[in-house]
């Protein structure tokens, strides 16, 4: 716990070191200290903060900057024909990795979910053949059909015992703080499970959760579904962000569209 009034430079200084420490990326620390600066600018709205103290760098003021903070990640949506050779992947050969597999495809499938989402499911949230659930990061609820192919993903992770869908969180799992370090932890194994699923099958790519996002709505794309539609899917705030978002896996929508136009 931290007061707002010990809220300073200095502090925010070193929690991107820690950061930095435990290998988050810069763009990683900058989405935790986006987060930070929303509470910030709340309290201080809420008068639990007084503007003088205002931690964060802005035109007038001297404070903490964020503009050092580069994402050096480049994800990118994988081809069909590496989609293709996970579904085929070869289970049998290399059993340990069998989950997180199945966890990317449901990913995939699952119009690209979250993975923080996706550890938080609870088999009550599965009602009337769908999956009921709320966006942690938006609080957005969202449902989507479990059609054949996700059933059978599922009844792979039916094994274990407890509430969840999935075998990351357990009773144990109380506080946010307990769940978020847990995903974290479980997060961290499942994309370097990944990357050798990807040696095993040939994938020229650094192999994710992220990556199974990226291609889930890139392939919608690609399938021709429009740009309104993938943005809901998505969950973006418009159009215009997922068309950026595409641009940024190498995907541009206009682009492909003035290749329509021309042939």
């Known amino acids: 716990p931290l007061r707002f009034a010990d809220l300073n430079t200095r502090k925010l200084e070193e929690l991107e070191r820690m950061l930095k420490d435990e290998g988050c990326t810069g763009g990683g620390i900058a989405a935790y200290m986006r987060t930070i600066r929303v509470a910030v600018n709340s309290a201080i709205k809420e008068g639990l903060m007084s503007a ?59 119009d690209g979910m979250n993975f923080q989402d996706v550890a938080r499911l609870k088999r009550t949230d599965v009602q009337d053949g769908r999956i009921f659930y709320t966006r942690k990061k938006t609080g957005r609820p969202i449902n989507i059909p479990v059609d054949e192919v996700l059933s059978k993903i599922l009844a792979t992770f039916d094994r274990h ?3 969840y869908l999935f ?13 978020w370090n847990r995903i974290r932890k479980c997060l961290k194994r499942v994309n370097a499970e990944l990357k050798d699923a990807a040696e095993v099958v040939g994938i020229d790519a650094n192999l994710t959760t992220y990556v199974a996002r990226h291609s889930a709505f890139t392939t919608y794309y690609r399938k021709g579904v429009a740009l309104e539609h993938i943005s809901e899917l998505a969950r973006h705030s418009s159009p215009a962000v997922t068309q950026l978002y595409l641009r940024s896996l190498g995907c541009d929508v206009l682009d492909e569209a003035r290749k329509k136009l021309r042939s």
């Open 52 to 110: 003088d103290h205002y931690p964060f760098e802005t035109a007038t003021h001297a404070g903490y900057s964020m503009k050092r903070l580069k994402s050096t990640a480049a994800p990118r949506a994988l081809s069909e024909s590496d989609i293709d050779k996970l579904k085929r992947f070869p289970f049998k050969k290399a059993p340990h990795l069998a989950d997180s597999v199945r966890l990317f495809l449901f990913i995939y499938y699952a």
């Open 167 to 179: 075998p990351y969180l357990g009773t144990e799992h109380v506080t946010d703080m307990q769940q």
């Open 161 to 163: 015992e407890g509430h």
